[in-house]
C-alpha cells in the first residue's frame, strides 16, 4: 500500500508571511518519561543523528511505585507522598511569550508522574493493556 | 537588516489547525507553539522558498525559535528503533491460560471458549523467565520483567501463577538482579488471592468497564451474572494494600457516554494510578454478541470530555494511539522484542496472535519451546522483519503530526480492518485526541502565564 497520510508538514502551511505580524506563543514542552514501568529514560531513547549513543541496554528499571521519588525539587503534578515515578519529574515547562519570556509550570499535565495513562500491565510496552 | 539566508529550519515542524488556534509542533524539539498564519508562511517560505529579507517582527519570532532549537539548532536527534543488535530482550509475557472466569462481550481472545484449556508448562514458563533474567544479567540492565496476560485470566491458573512470581523473584536473588511481576487481570479472584497479588507483586492492568451496570452487561461471568461486586472487592483490596493498579476501560457503543462518569466513578470510589479508556475494535466474540466499538466522532467528543474531567481532578486518561508526552518510534512490543510465551508454549510477538489458528498469526508467532531440549526455537527473521515497522519507515505517517504519538498505531488492528500493516487504523481518532492536546498545552500555559503577577498575553 502506497496510501499517502495527512500531510501537516511546513510545505504545506498555508499563510502569507507579509500579510499581518507573525506571532508566536512558544511553550517549551519537554518530552518526559511517563510512569510506564517499561518506559525506557529519555536519554535512552534518543540517539545522535549519527546513529551514537545507544547504550546497550533499553529497558529502564522497572517497577511500580517508588518510595524514593526524586521529582520533588520541581514537580506540582501529584503530592510528592503519591508519587509514582521513577525518574526525575520533568513536568514543569518553560514558556516563551513573543518578546516576553517566562518560566512557568504546568500544573500536572500529560505524564512524568503517578497520575499519567497506561503504567499497569502493558504501557509503554503494550499499550492496549 | 538580517535575510532568510541567516536561518535554517533545524527541527522536523508540523503546522497543525487546532480548535481556533494555529499550532507549531516540533515534537523532537519538546516544542509546542501557538503562530498564526503569517509565522506559518514565514516557515515555509525559510525552508523552501527563495531568499528573502526579515522585517524586524519576522526576526524576532525567528529569534525565539532559535532559543527553542526549532532554527538554527542541532539537527533532531533519532529515536530508537528496535532493529538494532541481538536479540535480548529482558522483558517476558506469559499466557498463563485460556480458561477464563468471564465471558466479555468482545473478547478478542475469545478466553473461556475452549471446553478443554490448557495451562502453561512449567518448563516452557520458567525457561522464558531463564531467558530474560540471563539476558538482565549480561546487559547489566539490573532488572527483568515478567508479565502475566491472556489468553483467559491468569488468575485462575492460580497455581502456576504463584509458582511462576515465586520462580520470578527467586531467579533475580540468585542472580542479583530484580524481578517485577505484573499482571492483568479482570480482578474477579477470591479475596486472598487479591491480597496475595498486592503483596507479592509490582503492579496490575485491572479490566474494568466503568458503571456497575454496563460493566455488568459488557463482562458478565461465566455464569452469565455480572462481576462487578467481585471486581469491586479486588479492587478495595488493592486501595487497601496501597497496590500500583491501572484501570483499563473498553470502550463500546454501550458505555461510551459515561467516559467522563467513569472518570468520577473510578476516582471516587478507588485509587487506580492510571486510566485508560480504548474504544472497542470489533473482533472476537464480537461477531456473535454484535457488540460494537463507538462511533468515531462519538469518541472523540467523550474521550474529551472525560480527558477535561480527569484534569480537573488532577488526572490523566489515556488512549493506547496517543503518547504525548513520551517519544515513541514504535506502537508496541509486537514490531519491537516482543517476548511472549502462551500457554500452548509458542512465542509470538503480538498479544492476539496467541496460536498458529489465529487471525494474522503466521506474521507473529515466531517460535515455539521445545520441551525435550527445554529450548526456544525461534525464527528471528520474521522479528526482524516486524521491527522494521517504525515512525520511520511508514510512508503513510510520514507527514502527519502525530507521527511519534502513536507510532504507526496497532499492526494488529490495521490488519484485522484491512488496512495493511503500513498505517494505522485509527488515524481519525489519533489526530483529533492529539490536536486536543496539544491546544491543552497552549492553554493551559498561556493561562499560567496570565495568572502570574505582570504576566503578558502573547501578541
Given at each position: 500500500?502506497?496510501?499517502?497520510?495527512?500531510?501537516?508538514?511546513?510545505?504545506?502551511?498555508?499563510?502569507?508571511?507579509?500579510?499581518?505580524?507573525?506571532?508566536?506563543?512558544?511553550?517549551?514542552?519537554?518530552?518526559?518519561?511517563?510512569?510506564?514501568?517499561?518506559?525506557?529514560?529519555?536519554?535512552?531513547?534518543?540517539?545522535?543523528?549519527?546513529?551514537?549513543?545507544?547504550?546497550?541496554?533499553?529497558?529502564?528499571?522497572?517497577?511500580?511505585?517508588?518510595?524514593?521519588?526524586?521529582?520533588?525539587?520541581?514537580?506540582?503534578?501529584?503530592?510528592?507522598?503519591?508519587?509514582?515515578?521513577?525518574?526525575?519529574?520533568?513536568?514543569?515547562?518553560?514558556?516563551?511569550?513573543?518578546?516576553?519570556?517566562?518560566?512557568?509550570?504546568?500544573?500536572?499535565?500529560?505524564?512524568?508522574?503517578?497520575?499519567?495513562?497506561?503504567?499497569?500491565?502493558?504501557?509503554?510496552?503494550?499499550?492496549?493493556? | 537588516?538580517?535575510?532568510?539566508?541567516?536561518?535554517?529550519?533545524?527541527?522536523?515542524?508540523?503546522?497543525?489547525?487546532?480548535?481556533?488556534?494555529?499550532?507549531?509542533?516540533?515534537?523532537?524539539?519538546?516544542?509546542?507553539?501557538?503562530?498564526?498564519?503569517?509565522?506559518?508562511?514565514?516557515?515555509?517560505?525559510?525552508?523552501?522558498?527563495?531568499?528573502?529579507?526579515?522585517?524586524?517582527?519576522?526576526?524576532?519570532?525567528?529569534?525565539?525559535?532559535?532559543?527553542?532549537?526549532?532554527?538554527?539548532?542541532?539537527?533532531?536527534?533519532?529515536?530508537?528503533?528496535?532493529?538494532?543488535?541481538?536479540?535480548?530482550?529482558?522483558?517476558?509475557?506469559?499466557?498463563?491460560?485460556?480458561?477464563?472466569n468471564l465471558?466479555?462481550?468482545?473478547?478478542?481472545?475469545?478466553?473461556?471458549?475452549?471446553?478443554?484449556?490448557?495451562?502453561?508448562?512449567?518448563?516452557?514458563?520458567?525457561?522464558?523467565?531463564?531467558?530474560?533474567?540471563?539476558?538482565?544479567?549480561?546487559?547489566?540492565?539490573?532488572?527483568?520483567?515478567?508479565?502475566?496476560?491472556?489468553?483467559?485470566?491468569?488468575?485462575?491458573?492460580?497455581?502456576?501463577?504463584?509458582?511462576?512470581?515465586?520462580?520470578?523473584?527467586?531467579?533475580?536473588?540468585?542472580?542479583?538482579?530484580?524481578?517485577?511481576?505484573?499482571?492483568?487481570?479482570n480482578g474477579v479472584m477470591p479475596e486472598?488471592?487479591a491480597?496475595?497479588?498486592?503483596?507479592?507483586?509490582?503492579?496490575?492492568?485491572?479490566?474494568a468497564d466503568?458503571l456497575p451496570a454496563l460493566h455488568d452487561?459488557?463482562r458478565p461471568k461465566?455464569s452469565?451474572r455480572g462481576s462487578f461486586s467481585d471486581l469491586e472487592r479486588t479492587l478495595r483490596i488493592?486501595?487497601?494494600?496501597?497496590?500500583?493498579?491501572?484501570?483499563?476501560?473498553?470502550?463500546?457503543?454501550?458505555?461510551?457516554?459515561?467516559?467522563?462518569?467513569?472518570?468520577?466513578?473510578?476516582?471516587?470510589h478507588f485509587?487506580?494510578?492510571?486510566?485508560?479508556?480504548?474504544?472497542?475494535?470489533?473482533?472476537?466474540?464480537?461477531?456473535?454478541?454484535?457488540?460494537?466499538?463507538?462511533?468515531?466522532?462519538?469518541?472523540?467528543?467523550?474521550?474529551?470530555?472525560?480527558?477535561?474531567?480527569?484534569?480537573?481532578?488532577?488526572?490523566?486518561?489515556?488512549?493506547?494511539?496517543?503518547?504525548?508526552?513520551?517519544?515513541?518510534?514504535?506502537?508496541?512490543?509486537?514490531?519491537?522484542?516482543?517476548?511472549?510465551?502462551?500457554?500452548?508454549?509458542?512465542?509470538?510477538?503480538?498479544?492476539?496472535?496467541?496460536?498458529?489458528?489465529?487471525?494474522?498469526?503466521?506474521?507473529?508467532?515466531?517460535?515455539?519451546?521445545?520441551?525435550?531440549?527445554?529450548?526456544?526455537?525461534?525464527?528471528?527473521?520474521?522479528?526482524?522483519?516486524?521491527?522494521?515497522?517504525?515512525?520511520?519507515?511508514?510512508?503513510?505517517?510520514?507527514?502527519?503530526?502525530?507521527?511519534?504519538?502513536?507510532?504507526?498505531?496497532?499492526?494488529?488492528?490495521?490488519?484485522?480492518?484491512?488496512?495493511?500493516?503500513?498505517?494505522?487504523?485509527?488515524?481519525?481518532?489519533?489526530?483529533?485526541?492529539?490536536?486536543?492536546?496539544?491546544?491543552?498545552?497552549?492553554?493551559?500555559?498561556?493561562?499560567?502565564?496570565?495568572?502570574?503577577?505582570?504576566?503578558?498575553?502573547?501578541?
Open positions: 500500500m502506497n496510501e499517502q497520510g495527512p500531510d501537516y508538514s511546513l510545505k504545506n502551511a498555508a499563510g502569507e508571511r507579509e500579510a499581518e505580524k507573525p506571532a508566536l506563543f512558544l511553550v517549551k514542552y519537554f518530552q518526559i518519561q511517563e510512569a510506564d514501568y517499561m518506559k525506557p529514560p529519555l536519554e535512552e531513547q534518543l540517539l545522535e543523528p549519527d546513529g551514537s549513543g545507544a547504550p546497550a541496554v533499553r529497558m529502564a528499571a522497572a517497577g511500580g511505585p517508588t518510595s524514593a521519588c526524586t521529582c520533588n525539587s520541581v514537580c506540582v503534578c501529584v503530592p510528592v507522598s503519591t508519587c509514582a515515578c521513577n525518574t526525575v519529574c520533568t513536568c514543569n515547562t518553560v514558556s516563551t511569550t513573543y518578546g516576553v519570556t517566562v518560566v512557568t509550570k504546568r500544573p500536572s499535565g500529560g505524564g512524568g508522574c503517578g497520575h499519567t495513562s497506561g503504567g499497569g500491565f502493558g504501557g509503554y510496552w503494550a499499550p492496549c493493556f | 537588516m538580517a535575510h532568510s539566508a541567516d536561518y535554517r529550519i533545524s527541527a522536523e515542524l508540523f503546522v497543525v489547525p487546532c480548535e481556533d488556534m494555529l499550532i507549531l509542533y516540533a515534537p523532537l524539539k519538546g516544542v509546542v507553539a501557538r503562530i498564526n498564519a503569517a509565522t506559518a508562511g514565514l516557515l515555509r517560505d525559510l525552508q523552501s522558498g527563495p531568499a528573502f529579507e526579515l522585517n524586524e517582527a519576522q526576526e524576532d519570532v525567528l529569534r525565539h525559535l532559535t532559543a527553542a532549537g526549532v532554527v538554527n539548532g542541532p539537527p533532531d536527534r533519532r529515536l530508537r528503533v528496535h532493529a538494532e543488535g541481538e536479540f535480548s530482550p529482558v522483558h517476558v509475557t506469559l499466557f498463563l491460560t485460556d480458561a477464563c465471558r466479555c462481550v468482545y473478547c478478542y481472545a475469545r478466553g473461556g471458549d475452549n471446553p478443554r484449556p490448557s495451562v502453561i508448562p512449567l518448563s516452557a514458563a520458567e525457561a522464558g523467565i531463564d531467558f530474560v533474567a540471563e539476558n538482565a544479567r549480561r546487559n547489566g540492565a539490573g532488572s527483568f520483567s515478567v508479565g502475566f496476560h491472556g489468553a483467559g485470566e491468569p488468575t485462575v491458573a492460580w497455581k502456576r501463577y504463584t509458582e511462576l512470581v515465586g520462580y520470578a523473584n527467586r531467579k533475580a536473588e540468585g542472580l542479583g538482579l530484580r524481578a517485577s511481576c505484573a499482571t492483568c487481570t486472598e488471592h491480597r496475595w497479588i498486592a503483596t507479592h507483586t509490582a503492579t496490575a492492568t485491572v479490566s466503568g452487561l459488557q461465566a452469565g488493592f486501595d487497601e494494600e496501597g497496590f500500583f493498579y491501572a484501570i483499563r476501560a473498553t470502550i463500546t457503543e454501550h458505555n461510551v457516554h459515561t467516559m467522563a462518569e467513569m472518570v468520577e466513578f473510578f476516582d471516587d485509587h487506580p494510578g492510571d486510566l485508560q479508556f480504548d474504544p472497542l475494535i470489533f473482533t472476537g466474540r464480537c461477531h456473535e454478541s454484535g457488540c460494537r466499538g463507538p462511533a468515531e466522532e462519538v469518541y472523540v467528543r467523550e474521550y474529551i470530555r472525560a480527558y477535561e474531567t480527569a484534569r480537573r481532578r488532577n488526572r490523566l486518561v489515556g488512549f493506547s494511539c496517543l503518547s504525548f508526552t513520551a517519544l515513541k518510534s514504535f506502537y508496541c512490543c509486537a514490531v519491537s522484542d516482543g517476548f511472549t510465551v502462551t500457554h500452548d508454549g509458542y512465542v509470538t510477538a503480538c498479544f492476539e496472535a496467541s496460536a498458529p489458528d489465529r487471525p494474522f498469526a503466521d506474521l507473529f508467532v515466531y517460535g515455539r519451546f521445545d520441551p525435550e531440549r527445554g529450548q526456544f526455537d525461534l525464527d528471528l527473521k520474521k522479528l526482524r522483519r516486524l521491527q522494521t515497522r517504525n515512525a520511520y519507515n511508514l510512508p503513510y505517517c510520514s507527514d502527519c503530526f502525530a507521527k511519534y504519538m502513536c507510532a504507526g498505531d496497532c499492526p494488529m488492528h490495521a490488519l484485522k480492518l484491512g488496512y495493511g500493516i503500513e498505517r494505522g487504523a485509527r488515524c481519525t481518532l489519533t489526530q483529533a485526541v492529539g490536536k486536543h492536546r496539544l491546544a491543552t498545552v497552549v492553554r493551559e500555559n498561556e493561562a499560567a502565564l496570565a495568572a502570574r503577577p505582570g504576566g503578558s498575553k502573547h501578541e
